[in-house]
T-cell receptor
Framework: SQTIHQWPATLVQPVGSPLSLECTVE??????LYWYRQAAGRGLQLLFY??????ISSEVPQNLSASRPQDRQFILSSKKLLLSDSGFYLC????????????FGSGTRLTVV | AQSVSQHNHHVILSEAASLELGCNYS??????LFWYVQYPGQHLQLLLK??????LVKGIKGFEAEFIKSKFSFNLRKPSVQWSDTAEYFC??????????FGTGTQLKVEL
């Protein structure tokens, strides 16, 4: 069966420090991968998605970047965190046709101080 | 751009009351529609989905949703809610691309 792993669960980082959040999927090949940010009252904001290795689509211009170095690995990064980067970050995967929707990871709570 | 609207942001019900949460999408083509639920402290889980066939879809925990194409709607219903249904509910839709568009969510609180 397919599983998705996302870590760390919580992270507290100082302003100006770098960020690296990792997401890996097991049990499937060539998944679509997604990074979302969840904010209270604003729902789920799509940040990046990828349909293959090295293929990244950015939805919202911001202080973050994403990379997909391997088929089932998706990384969210920042060179210098801002206070406004605080939030709850979710990774998700899907099959290409989306008939079964997404499967979400457990999320990372990032607090920038 | 594709959009999904959930007009009820906060709903408070007593146990055994009936529930209906509204969801409207904007994409005029073929869509797949989903409801996700996030219980307190837990990750997002799929509640039910529609992609073809019977427009009345049944999901887990007694939830159902009806796809009404003419109204661009996919409302979530449950005849009798329980305290354990307290959660945030998200509607989502495909729109011809590789991603889902989510609504802003509805926070449901069920009181004993």
């Amino acid at each position: 069966s397919q599983t998705i792993h996302q870590w760390p669960a919580t992270l507290v980082q100082p302003v100006g420090s770098p960020l690296s959040l990792e997401c890996t999927v097991e049990g499937t090949s060539n998944p679509n991968l997604y990074w979302y940010r969840q904010a209270a009252g604003r729902g789920l904001q799509l940040l990046f998605y990828s349909i293959g290795i090295g293929q990244i689509s950015s939805e919202v211009p911001q202080n973050l970047s994403a990379s997909r170095p391997q088929d089932r690995q998706f990384i969210l990064s920042s060179k210098k965190l801002l206070l406004s980067d605080s939030g709850f970050y979710l990774c998700a995967w899907s099959l290409g046709h989306l008939n079964y929707g997404y499967t979400f990871g457990s999320g990372t709570r990032l607090t920038v101080v | 751009a594709q959009s999904v609207s959930q007009h009820n942001h906060h709903v408070i019900l007593s146990e055994a009351a009936s529930l209906e949460l509204g969801c409207n999408y904007s994409y005029g083509g073929t869509v797949n529609l989903f409801w996700y639920v996030q219980y307190p402290g837990q990750h997002l889980q799929l509640l039910l989905k529609y992609f073809s066939g019977d427009p009345l879809v049944k999901g887990i925990k007694g939830f159902e949703a009806e796809f009404i194409k003419s109204k661009f709607s996919f409302n979530l219903r449950k005849p009798s809610v329980q305290w354990s249904d307290t959660a945030e509910y998200f509607c989502a839709s495909t729109g011809g691309g590789n991603k889902l568009t989510f609504g802003t969510g509805t926070q449901l609180k069920v009181e004993l």
